[in-house]
């Protein structure tokens, strides 16, 4: 089968990897380098990397709807498009130029968290249950028609990484499954819908006023991207990892009760045990680590929220 794909983050990479192996890719679509790192040198997608490294055709473009682009898909006439992670809305013109329509790879159970931070807004909220969606795009904000849905369980301390790889992983796997049965038929979405927003920076400095869950929860979410932050005596530092939550641990809230290899830090009910933090421009360290490196010691505290 003849198959477009447009996609640009880590998420997308997977699919990719399959289509590429099972079925003829006339182009891959993504978004153009970015300025990364402290030396803002342009950075390729990692779609676009992957592209590149199995020399499969790549065109990156900031405006995939232009006309250039809509009569290049035209002239290729590809039987399906698949897109996953693209970071661009698709327009009626560009949805029309493919036979079988564009179907994208969601990493939600739909119409929960549509939008660009599906995995994070879950794991904020404690969801003990997600999943991946593929549906055909319309022009509303992920409110296609779905064609598969896929469902897992979601570990009580897992984090953002984790459960990223594992629904990837879990999106390819549908689309092989759509693939390989062009007749599965497309329902209209049902229940309750929520949105997943982009997250903001501000978002991901923790109040320890609030209950250790709701922190634990923060710290799984950012864990690796974007971090969760705290101040500690006027600095920014990122913390990774929850080991459990302890409804024992005395201290004011941002205090830290104990240090064993993890931290205790205390909320306002109950305490959250961190397993990792990173000072600025310093590797991620265990809290016992920091404790020998005269970083922390136990009983002093995070800096009031923000």
């Not at 869950?213 to 705290?230: G, L, M, Y």
């Not at 104990?258 to 306002?268: D, K, N, P, V």
Request: aromatic share 6%; with cysteine; hydrophobic share 40%.
């Amino acid at each position: 089968m003849k198959v477009l794909f447009l996609g640009s983050a880590q998420f997308a990479v997977e699919t990719l990897k399959y289509l590429s192996k099972a079925h003829e890719i006339p182009l891959v679509i993504s978004q153009p380098s970015r300025p990364a790192g402290r030396s803002r040198k342009l950075k390729p997608t990692p779609v676009s990397q992957f592209a590149v490294e199995h020399d499969l055709p790549l065109l990156e473009t900031e405006n995939v709807n232009s006309q250039e682009i809509l009569e290049k898909i035209e002239e290729m006439k590809p039987d399906v498009a698949i897109v996953v992670a693209f970071g661009q809305l698709l327009k009626k013109e560009l949805l029309a130029s493919v036979g079988r329509g564009f179907f994208n790879v969601h990493a939600s159970i739909l119409p929960k968290y549509r939008g660009a931070a599906p995995i994070q807004r879950a794991l904020l909220d404690g969801v003990t249950q997600t999943g991946v969606t593929l549906f055909k795009i319309d022009e509303g904000m992920d409110t296609g028609d779905i064609a598969l849905v896929e469902k897992t369980t979601v570990d009580p301390f897992e984090t953002f990484d984790s459960l990223y790889e594992r629904l990837a992983k879990m999106g390819a796997s549908l689309v092989e499954r759509f693939l390989s049965n062009p007749d599965i038929p497309l329902t209209p979405q049902t229940g309750e819908a929520s949105k997943a927003p982009k997250i903001s920076i501000q978002e991901t400095f923790i109040d320890w006023n609030q209950p250790a869950e709701i922190v634990a929860n923060k710290i799984r979410a950012f864990d690796s991207t974007p971090a969760a932050r705290a101040k500690l005596k006027g600095e920014v530092v990122k913390l990774f990892g929850v080991k459990g939550i302890s409804m024992t641990g005395k201290g004011k809230p941002g205090q830290i009760v104990s240090i064993r290899g993890h931290a205790l830090i205390a909320c306002s009910e109950g305490g959250v045990m961190v397993e990792r933090i990173q000072f600025p421009s310093k590797k991620v360290i265990t809290f016992s680590d920091a404790e020998n490196g005269h970083k922390l010691s136990r009983g002093i505290s995070f800096d009031p929220c923000c």
